[in-house]
């Protein structure tokens, strides 16, 4: 467990929840329950709150879980003035924050997060209206996701509540030094996104192929050779090579699939990668993120 500032507890291994369907959720989160896990990553442009609702509330039925054994993050997404997508005032993400609630069949979400530091001129506005959500109750944290140190520099200096957490892209081609040094200096908790990206087949299915970067095809080159090494040594996968390195990292992470099998399997990590590996994987970062197919969010302006 995570303690945030507030001393509310972030369990480790979060449940992503991207690209899975409303149609999917129901029973996909009910195997992550089942499975264990007890924080669900969602998002309202992810479209599943609702299907993610209904799975939540069947596994309260189905298993001895209460509603206050699970964390649930949600985020507003803030708009986006280059996209032609509507920036979202203060009013705005607070229906936003609502809507969200209404459609998880939710009293309170444990986080919530603005998606992406998109809107230069409303970013502040933005986060004002989250500092009033949680004192209103409705999320017991808050924090950011996309945040570069400027970003986050911006709320600082207007001497606003500091995020809770930072929601980022983070794996061994991705490891963002300078950004996490200045997090941890901050005590703003890092939460990892896409922690699978080196594997082959990482988002490869129908319809998940425009979810990435093209520059995937060019940093993929030396493919996860080191990984396969890793995980013959130490006798389980390469995925859970990769998530249990953002654990030892200090990282909140979020692996997403839509597969029982591989939901347990990432859940399953007591095992330590020694020293040596630990620094090899340091020595593999190739810079900014992929998970986002108009480049790495948090450079924006
Ligand atoms: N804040 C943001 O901007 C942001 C951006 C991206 C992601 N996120 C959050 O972070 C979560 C995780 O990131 P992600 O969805 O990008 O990707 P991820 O969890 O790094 O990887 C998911 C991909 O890896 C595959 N996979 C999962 N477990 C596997 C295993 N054990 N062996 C082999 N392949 C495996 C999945 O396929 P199958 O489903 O077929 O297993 C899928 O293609 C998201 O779901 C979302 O909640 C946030």
């Not at 997404?77 to 939710?106: H, T």
């Amino acid at each position: 467990m995570i303690k945030n500032n507030t001393s509310i507890a972030m369990p480790t291994i979060g449940f992503g929840t991207y690209l899975i369907s409303d149609e999917d959720a129901p029973k996909t989160i009910n195997s992550a329950i089942k499975i264990g896990y007890r924080h669900i990553d969602t998002a309202e442009v992810y479209r599943n709150e609702v299907g993610i609702g209904l799975g939540l509330k069947d596994s309260f039925t189905q298993f001895s879980v209460k509603r206050d054994d699970i964390f649930i993050t949600s985020k507003v997404f803030p708009g986006n003035p280059s996209w032609g997508r509507e920036v979202k005032n203060y009013k705005m993400c607070i229906e936003a924050c609502d809507n969200s609630l209404e459609r998880l069949n939710l009293d309170y979400l444990d986080c919530y997060l603005i998606h992406a530091p998109f809107c230069k001129d409303h970013r502040l506005e933005q986060w004002k209206a989250l500092c009033d959500l949680k004192k209103e109750g409705k999320t017991k944290t808050i924090g950011v996701s996309n945040y570069s140190q400027s970003h986050i520099q911006e709320i600082i200096s207007e001497g606003l509540e500091i995020p809770e957490f930072n929601q980022i892209e983070l794996h061994p081609w991705c490891q963002k030094p300078e950004l996490v040094s200045f997090l941890r200096k901050k005590n703003i908790k890092i939460v990892a996104y896409s922690s699978l990206v080196p594997l082959e087949g990482w988002r490869e299915k129908p319809n998940q192929d425009s979810a990435k970067s093209l520059d995937m095809k060019e940093i993929g080159g030396d493919k996860s050779s080191p990984f396969k090494r890793m995980s013959a040594k130490y006798g389980v996968s390469e995925a859970q090579i990769l998530l249990k390195w953002g654990l030892q990292m200090g990282y909140v992470i979020l692996p997403k699939s839509s597969d029982e099998g591989r939901i347990r399997e990432n859940f399953d990590l007591s095992f330590e990668i020694d020293n040596t590996d630990m620094k090899e994987i340091t020595t593999m970062d190739k810079g900014d993120g992929v998970a986002w197919p108009n480049g790495d969010p948090s450079n924006a302006e």
